[in-house]
């Protein structure tokens, strides 16, 4: 079994998901005792956003990218980045080491054409909805990415920040999104991506009239394949 590095602190609430899942999937398929081979480093998230906001995103690569030759050097054989936001600077982190890095937005694509979906809609930060490099990479598999209105945009974000990155969950906040996903399905999004790690605290499969893609677990489920391929 190779061994998963694990990127994480944006936030903590997600990567705490990340080892969960990765643990239980480890678990499922190798049975008995049987849990992952990881290391995890856990960045303080406050720094992060300060120069998100800043616009800083070199100096947020460089943070980032010093933490990955750290888990290389802790014997990662592969590398996962455990949020959507910050695969803004993957290029730079990939550049920093020799273990692949396994690119979020290639795990999610492939769920989504696996599904055999076009259209999707995309929920997350505004860096991750409004900026062009995610949105790229999913086009990139022939995707048609579509995103919400501005209005739904400041909604959405807000409430990863100010509630999911904090560990509150609020069904009125379940509500909005609901509306959010239920606007993106009248323009056409025969799916959704969740595309920020926290947002699947929040939203389930049930709350949504269209197939949803989580991308903590596509993402911690591709780690596994790779760690556990012969």
Not at 5 to 10: E, F, H, I, S, T
Not at 33 to 53: G, K, P, T, Y
Not at 96 to 113: C, K, M, N, Q
Request: net charge negative; proline share 3%.
């Amino acid at each position: 079994m190779r061994t998963i590095g694990m990127l994480g602190g944006m936030s903590w609430e997600s990567s705490a998901e990340y080892y969960r899942l990765a643990n239980e999937l480890v678990r499922e398929k190798l049975g008995g005792l049987h849990s992952a081979r990881c290391v995890l480093h856990s960045v303080d998230f406050a720094d992060v956003e300060r120069l998100q906001v800043a616009g800083r995103w070199d100096a947020a690569g460089y943070l980032l990218a010093e933490a990955a030759r750290g888990l290389q050097a802790a014997g990662a054989d592969l590398l996962v980045l455990c949020t959507n936001t910050m695969h803004k600077v993957a290029d730079q982190v990939q550049a920093a080491v020799e273990i692949p890095l396994l690119h979020l937005g290639d795990a999610t694509a492939a769920a989504v054409l696996g599904e055999g979906l076009a259209t999707v809609g995309l929920l997350g930060t505004a860096f991750t909805m409004e900026q062009d490099f995610y949105r790229d990479r999913l086009a990139g598999h022939g995707l048609k990415v579509l995103i919400p209105e501005a209005q739904d945009r400041a909604v959405v974000h807000r409430v990863i920040y100010e509630e999911l990155c904090l560990g509150v969950v609020r069904e009125s906040s379940r509500d909005a999104y609901r509306a959010v996903i239920g606007r993106l399905v009248d323009a056409g999004a025969r799916g959704v991506i969740l595309g920020c790690t926290e947002i699947e605290l929040l939203i389930r499969p049930e709350d949504s009239p269209v197939p949803v893609f989580p991308t903590t677990r596509l993402h911690v489920e591709a780690a596994v394949e790779r760690a556990l391929a012969p």
